[in-house]
T-cell receptor, first 113, second 115 residues
Framework: EAQVTQNPRYLITVTGKKLTVTCSQNMNHEYMSWYRQDPGLGLRQIYY???????DKGDVPEGYKVSRKEKRNFPLILESPSPNQTSLYFC????????????FGPGTRLTVL | AQSVSQHNHHVILSEAASLELGCNYS??????LFWYVQYPGQHLQLLLK??????LVKGIKGFEAEFIKSKFSFNLRKPSVQWSDTAEYFCASRRDGGATNKLIFGTGTLLAVQP
């Protein structure tokens, strides 16, 4: 089944403890992206990747890192999480870069205490 | 800067009522427009999209949307809602041919359909 998967789905952690949220797609998509969803703000893009080893900042990249060593995986790294990073995170992918619809993963609800 | 506005934050309807959710975008160039739906506890799913051509777009589950360029609008409609349409609805835009494929989302409209 074609899908975008994320792990973990739920995570509670403490300030400063490094964490990684994984994202994987099995559709051979070139483009992948991370968004965060906050009440009243909709979804905002954190980082995106147009292909392997090609990543760039979105609108709210502060406090996050990403890597794209393989086409299928696009992990989101929080080196030192803070409470303002408590949010719902979505990974998305699309076949191409410019005109294709994005497909979203199931989301990861992160709470930073 | 590119932005998307959804004016209805919460909508409550009874089953069989008609639905129209407003969406306005700000970019003056060529845009691609989307409506996504998020059912409780689930991920975003694409309802419909507009890239070019017929401005009246039909999507899944009986939804449709009309692109009106002069009004910078892309309102979502459904003639008769069901309880199962209870969800949050997001309008999104993207610059056609843009370098980043970035979607700009509205703040969402929470729809509650009462049986």
């Amino acid at each position: 089944e074609a899908q975008v998967t994320q792990n973990p789905r739920y995570l509670i952690t403490v300030t400063g403890k490094k964490l990684t949220v994984t994202c994987s797609q099995n559709m051979n998509h070139e483009y992948m992206s991370w968004y965060r969803q906050d009440p009243g703000l909709g979804l905002r893009q954190i980082y995106y990747s147009m292909n392997v080893e090609v990543t760039d900042k979105g609108d709210v990249p502060e406090g996050y890192k990403v890597s794209r060593k393989e086409k299928r995986n696009f992990p989101l790294i929080l080196e030192s999480p803070s409470p303002n990073q408590t949010s719902l995170y979505f990974c998305a992918s699309s076949p191409g870069v410019y005109t294709d619809t994005q497909y979203f993963g199931p989301g990861t609800r992160l709470t930073v205490l | 800067a590119q932005s998307v506005s959804q004016h209805n934050h919460h909508v409550i309807l009874s089953e069989a009522a008609s639905l129209e959710l407003g969406c306005n975008y700000s970019y003056g160039g060529t845009v691609n427009l989307f409506w996504y739906v998020q059912y409780p506890g689930q991920h975003l799913q694409l309802l419909l999209k507009y890239f070019s051509g017929d401005p009246l777009v039909k999507g899944i589950k009986g939804f449709e949307a009309e692109f009106i360029k002069s009004k910078f609008s892309f309102n979502l409609r459904k003639p008769s809602v069901q309880w199962s349409d209870t969800a949050e609805y997001f309008c999104a835009s993207r610059r056609d041919g843009g370098a980043t494929n970035k979607l700009i989302f509205g703040t969402g409209t929470l729809l509650a359909v009462q049986p």
